[in-house]
């Protein structure tokens, strides 16, 4: 099974990247400011989202990603060249 296939087009903007999950929100803002100063263009160009999700047993975590892609193929592209650059990440619908 491909991303494709598990992520139809949808809505523009639909799609994003994870940078990562954090236990508290002064983390993932310290991890988004470095972020910032690192891509800046990139970090200008799409839509910060800050997410808390409870998962049970295992903890509360604060998901930091970037939004605003109109496909999983872009996301994923993007991802792609982060990962080049040392920067973890993975494409995801954006939710």
């Known amino acids: 099974m491909t991303a ?3 992520y139809p087009a949808g809505i523009d903007g639909a799609f994003a990247i994870q940078l990562g999950a954090f236990r508290d929100t ?9 972020f910032m ?3 800046p263009d990139l970090a200008q160009s799409h839509p910060r989202n800050l997410s808390t999700t409870d998962l ?34 993975f ?5």
Do not use: M, N, P
């Not at 939004?67 to 080049?84: H, M, T």
């Open 56 to 89: 049970g047993t295992k903890g509360t975590f604060h998901r930091l990603r970037l939004g605003g892609f109109s496909d999983i193929a872009s996301a994923e592209k993007q991802c792609r060249q982060l990962l080049a650059d040392g920067t973890d990440c």
């Open 4 to 6: 494709t296939s598990v």
């Open 26 to 34: 002064i983390s993932a803002q310290t991890y988004w400011a470095s």
């Open 91 to 95: 494409a995801t619908h954006d939710q």
């Open 37 to 39: 100063i690192r891509y």
